[in-house]
Structures are given as C-alpha cells and as structure tokens.
C-alpha cells in the first residue's frame, strides 16, 4: 500500500507499506516515487518501522493529570469525559486567554489548517509559527521575488556546473537532493559548501567555507561587490528585471574580502575564490537553507544570498538559480479553513515563555498544544516550563506520544499518525503535492485532527450546522475547492503538475510575484520593517564571558523534535579540539554549557568538525538527552531577527566547563 510522508522535511518522499496476513511487516521507500526512488530517511525509517506502529510507545486512550504538573503521571478518561471537560472549561472563559500552540509535527495541509476553523471561530489568541523556523527566510524571499516566485526543481541539480550549498544540509534533511548533486559532479560540477561545520557534503566540497554563525550576511555582500566591481554582474539582466540594483551595489560596496573575512573567522583567499568560481560558472545553483536566518542578521543574509543569482546572470538556464522553498507553487489558499482569522493578538512562538508567565496581560488560562512540542524547540527552555507549571493554566496536549511538554498537560489526547489518517501533502523541496491514505487502523482509540477539532466545534455550537467531519470527509471538501486537474489526479492516485509545468526554469517557465514581476534587489518595505536598516550588519553578540557560539542543527535522528523519543546514542557538545585545549577538557568530559538563561550538562566530544569557536548541540533533543534534563533551547535567546521577527537560535553565546 501506498501513502505520503508529510513530516516537516523537504521531500515528502512516497512510502510503500509491506503488509502480511493483514500486518504491516515493513515500511519503505517507494520505488516507483521519482523523488525518495525506494528510498527513505534514516530517521524515517527507524519511526515509522518501530515506534509509530508499536501501541506500547504510543498514547492510546485520553488521559488525565493525576500527580503533579512535569511528573508525568495520568490516569484514563473516556473521550467523551475528555471533549466535555474541554468544552465546559472553554465556555467559561474570553478567546483572548486561550491560546492555540501548534507548528508543523505533520505538515500535511488538513492536519495543520483545519484545527484553525476551530480556534478562528472560538476567537483564541493565535502564534505566529513561522517565526520559530522560517519567518525571516521566507519575508526576504517575499520581498525579493513576490509573494514568492515558484522554484528549482531540485531534481535538475543534474544540470548545474556550480552547486553552493549554503546555510543546509541535505544530507540530514531533505537528503534525496544529494544523488542529484553527486551526478552533477560525476559530470564535472563544482561544489560549495557554507556551513560552520564540516557537512558530509562539505567534505567532499571542492570549497567550503567554515563561516562564523551569523556572518552569512557580509560573505554575501562581498560576493555581491565582486559582481559589480568586476564587470561579472549581468547589467542587461539587472535592467530589464530586476530593480534596486543601484542601492543593492552602494551596500555592498564598503565589504571587501578583506574586511568580510575578518568578520567570517576566515580567509579573504577563500571568499574571493568562492566569488570568482560562482561568477564563472553556468548554470550555477544556490541550495538556500534555513542555518543562516536563524540569528540577528538572518532576514538580510537570506535576502542577500538570495539576490546573488539575479546580480551574477545565473536564471534564464536549467540548473541555475536559487532554490530555498517551493511550497507556495500550488497557489493553494487557506480560504477552506471556512473562518476568518479572529480579531485577537498573535504570539510571536520565539515569545511563548513571556506568554505563559503568571504576570502576563492578559493571563492565559488555558493552553492548546498540537502539532508541536514547545519544551523541546521553543527558545528559553526554563521559562516555558515554569509558565506550563503553573496551577492555574489549564493545558491541553494533543500528541502520538507522551513529550516533554505533554509531561506538563492537565489532559493529552492521542492522534493518530499519517499512516492511520486520510490527508494532503506538499513538499517544500520538490515541487510536489500527494495523497495520505490510512494504510493500517488507527491504534488504540487515537483520532485525527480534524476528527477531534470536528467534535470540539460541535460540543461549543460553533459547527454553524456542519456536525462532525472526520478526515475523509474533509479532505474530499477540500479536493472540491482545488483546481480541477489538480483535484482529479489527486483523486486517482496521480501526482499533477502545477500550472507552470514540471521542472520549470525561473524566469522562463516562473516569474517573480511582484506588482511588475521584476526582482526587486532592494525592496524598500523590507528596508523599513529591518530593525535595523536592510543589509546592515549587526555584530556578533559574543562577550568574553560568554564567547562560544552554539549552534542546534538539524541530525539524521530527529525531524524537529519529532522521533526525540526513540532510544539514541548518549548526546555530547561537540567542540573544536583548539577551544577544548584552551579549557583543559579531554574527550568524553563531562561538561556544563551555560549562559545567563540556563545550562545543559552532558558529556564532550572533541572534533575538527567544527569550527573553533562553534559548538554544537543537534536539534530536537528531548530532556532525558542529557544529565540534567536541559537541552540547546534552554540556552537560546528568544529575541528577534532583523526581518521577519525570526528566531535567533544560532545568537546563542555560552561558555563550557568541566561539570562538577
């Protein structure tokens, strides 16, 4: 049987499940799929062949708090107890002091935008989600190219004869774009890589460049200056389809290799050989990740890096341009939701902890958490968990599996998986949209999300005579409301292609979506929303207290936090063997990472993986990770990139020493 993955990963990759004798022996890639080609993820394929189909690792009947709020300890209620205690609660209290907590646990569009009709109609205060990831990313993107110009098809990376791989990396998320940029270099392609670490694919870069986090900026900008200084910068390009060239140039003209060296931690050599390599080469690519927005300067390093194809003539060609996100090629609007967004405040997610405190205006009284685990990815750890202490937050966590935050629930609510529920999927790397389908029953008594925010709307009076919808119903409503080949391949088990056509190639086959579909270099409103002026830089924030740079990157274990549960290797920092050295630490130490926020205990690992002056703790960890139950977030600042108001993981400064 056939199904999707719609996890919060690149490449929603095609799963066949192996059934025998009505039980599901083996879950794989599908073979057939032109994007996973049979094959999955590492961390895929250790989930969802254990613990997602196993019942004793799963949240099978609803529960309710029986001990202390962070003990863990529940006991069974009915669903019907359940739906009646939350319906009650909410009927007493003002939208404004309940709050709907959810990101992307499954991306899938009727699992993460349905609940909102419910929350939309009970007036709720929302977060904003995007800020926690992608926000400044994806407003740079918005500015620079519309509401955002449909994207590289990742498969023709074949066809580039430069890939950079900047601020990612593939082969931990969104890995099936690798083969594709190894059959580019089989054909002679030059690889890139930025990244403060050495990546799989850094090492078998022809370049990598080891950047200090948060200097991604200034690289780009010296980049940009070479461009213009040497005649390398498409001018017939730059007139007829871009605009702000001039004030884009004027910016980058005071960043000299030089000088952008000084502040990356590397040398001016490599920035002018990377420089002179990108304008050479045609097609060349830039794989955009989300690494380098997650820090003060993240809007304008994105925005930057982003305009280096329109400066340096790389469109108009197969294999050339940007890719960073392809989820808006569908044009699919939230217009089904069927509410309109409530006149109440939106919460900054990187601000949840502020939120939650008992002195907040208003207090919250009760708290919604679906889709997301915010004590494992929410910044400033300790003070989330003080907020979610509280005796008169009421909390409700509807999840797969008991997380930490769940640990902190009044009541928890099993879900379902994909693999139980009916929904639609599209991917942010491959320009792809795909049918979930149910391939084995639902364990226990879990429910999908549409199913119990269905009830939820029914038990408050706020279906508006719709009655329960359970996910299949919703999802052929939704189907009804797609364009109609769209809509009929779905139906059919067919993946359609979007309007502009399979594998298009930008600025021929997409355009941008601004008012005069030219680039737009340097957008003014972008300019003005910038805290503090586009392309400025903003100096590290390091002290001499606190002078290492930690950094939380994605892992081959984790999607986020989601498959933190499962049982993995002991965690340890990694540090640069020069920064281990200057404190006197050797291999398997046991160590504290600390910052005014909080600190996180666990053993060191000592590599040249890194770069000094960068340690590293993976992303998604869940508290039983390490020895005192912190994890990176804990140290993470919760303040605010300068577009976007993104997140600024990577702003995080600490110190190491031995743990007493």
Same mark, same amino acid.
């Given at each position: ?405 769940? *640990? ?78 769209? *809509? ?135 508290? *039983? ?6 994890? *990176? ?28």
């Amino acid at each position: 049987m056939l199904t999707t993955c719609p996890r919060d990963c690149y490449d929603a990759c095609g799963i066949a499940v192996v059934k025998r004798n009505g039980a599901v022996r083996h879950v794989r890639g599908d073979p057939a799929h032109p994007v996973s080609r049979g094959k999955l993820c590492r961390k895929c394929s250790i989930g969802y062949n254990g613990a997602y189909l196993d019942p004793q690792a799963r949240l099978t009947r609803p529960l309710r708090r029986a001990g202390a709020k962070g003990e863990g300890a529940f006991e069974q209620v009915s669903w019907d107890e359940a739906v009646g205690e939350i319906a009650e609660r909410l009927r007493r209290l003002d939208g404004h002091t309940v709050l709907n907590a959810h990101y992307t646990g499954t991306f899938a569009l009727l699992s993460y935008f349905f609940p909102l009709r419910f929350f939309h109609r009970l007036g709720a205060t929302e977060v904003d989600p995007d800020t926690i990831c992608n926000k400044a990313g994806h407003v740079a993107l918005e500015y620079v190219y519309g509401t955002s110009m449909d994207g590289f098809d990742p498969l023709t990376a074949r066809d580039s004869a430069c890939v950079v791989v900047w601020g990612a990396n593939p082969s931990a998320s969104g890995l099936h774009l690798v083969p594709y940029i190894q059959e580019a270099r089989k054909k002679g392609a030059r690889l890139v890589v930025v990244d403060p670490r050495v990546t799989p694919l850094a090492r078998q870069a022809d370049l990598h460049l080891p950047l200090k986090p948060g200097s991604d900026l200034v690289v780009a900008l010296a980049v940009h200056r070479h461009l213009f200084e040497t005649g390398a910068a498409d001018a017939a390009f730059l007139e007829t389809q871009t605009r702000g060239a001039a004030e884009l140039r004027a910016r980058a003209s005071e960043w000299t290799f030089e000088r952008a060296a000084s502040v990356a931690g590397i040398q001016a050599a490599t920035i002018r050989e990377f420089a002179e390599m990108y304008a050479s080469a045609s097609p060349a690519l830039i794989r955009c990740g989300w690494g380098l927005e997650r820090n003060r300067n993240g809007g304008s390093a994105v925005a930057a890096v982003l305009a280096l194809p329109a400066v340096g003539g790389k469109f108009k060609v197969r294999g050339g341009g940007y890719a960073l996100s392809n989820s808006a090629a569908w044009g699919i609007e939230r217009t089904w939701i069927g509410a309109d967004e409530p006149d109440t405040r939106v919460v900054n997610m990187n601000h949840l902890g502020r939120v939650l405190a008992a002195d907040a205006d208003p207090p919250l009284k009760v708290l919604f958490v679906y889709n997301c685990n915010p004590v494992a990815t929410v910044p400033h750890q300790n003070l989330i968990i003080e907020g979610l202490a509280r005796e008169d937050l009421f909390t409700i966590v509807f999840d797969q599996v008991l997380t930490d935050t769940a *640990a902190y629930a009044d009541l928890v609510l099993p879900a379902t998986t994909f693999l139980e529920t009916y929904d639609l999927a599209r991917a942010y790397g491959p320009i792809a949209l795909q049918m979930v389908q149910p391939v084995v029953d639902a364990v226990g008594e879990s429910r999908s999300n549409p199913e119990v925010f269905g009830q939820l709307l029914a038990a408050l009076d706020l279906d508006e005579g719709e009655g329960p919808q359970g996910e299949l119903e919703t999802l052929l409503d939704v189907l009804n409301q797609l364009p109609g080949d769209i *809509a009929e391949d779905l139906r059919n088990q067919r993946m359609p292609v979007p309007s502009f056509g399979a594998a298009p190639v930008q600025f021929v086959d997409v355009f941008p979506r601004t008012p005069d579909g030219k680039a737009d270099l340097f957008p003014e409103a972008l300019a003005r929303e910038s805290a503090a002026g586009l392309y400025q830089f903003l100096p590290d924030p390091g002290t001499d207290r606190y002078p290492l740079a930690l950094i939380s990157p994605s892992s081959d274990r984790t999607i986020n936090s989601t498959l933190g549960e499962l049982s993995r290797p002991e965690v340890a920092l990694v540090m640069h063997p020069i920064d281990s050295q200057a404190r006197g630490l050797e291999e398997g130490a046991s160590v504290r990472i600390f910052n005014e926020r909080g600190d996180v205990r666990c053993k060191l690992s000592i590599e040249p993986t890194v770069r000094p002056g960068t340690v590293v703790l993976p992303k998604g960890l869940w508290r *039983a990770s390490t020895l005192n139950r912190s994890t *990176a977030t804990a140290l993470a600042p919760d303040t605010l990139s300068d577009v976007g108001e993104g997140a600024c993981f990577n702003d995080a400064r600490v110190q190491v020493e031995r743990s007493q």
